[in-house]
């Protein structure tokens, strides 16, 4: 399997939470209608979660494993390794 940087994924999966939010203002647009605002929650909690599973499960120290959480340095906090390699 190849590994990919925390730091990217995490990026991913933050972009992907708030892009996810953008749906629920598209409900203020189609307040009378039904099928658009089911459609619109549904899209919003589709890609919130999606990007919470990216992040729990890509935001990992690539030497031991670690969910690493928000990544603050370029250090694992678990092992000390460098996370970017
Ligand atoms: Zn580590």
Excluded: Q, W
Excluded at 43 to 49: A, E, F, G, N, P
Aim: net charge positive; with cysteine.
């Amino acid at each position: 399997m190849k590994k990919r940087s925390p730091i990217k994924m995490s990026f991913l999966a933050a972009l992907l939470i708030f892009v996810g939010f953008l749906p629920l203002f598209g409900i203020l647009l189609f307040m009378d209608n039904k099928a658009m605002t089911t459609f619109f929650i549904i899209l919003s909690i589709v890609m919130v979660s999606s990007g919470l599973i990216l992040h729990f499960v890509y935001v990992r120290c690539p030497h031991c494993g670690s969910y690493l959480g928000r990544i603050m340095g370029s250090k694992c906090p678990f092992c000390g390794k460098n996370i970017e390699k």
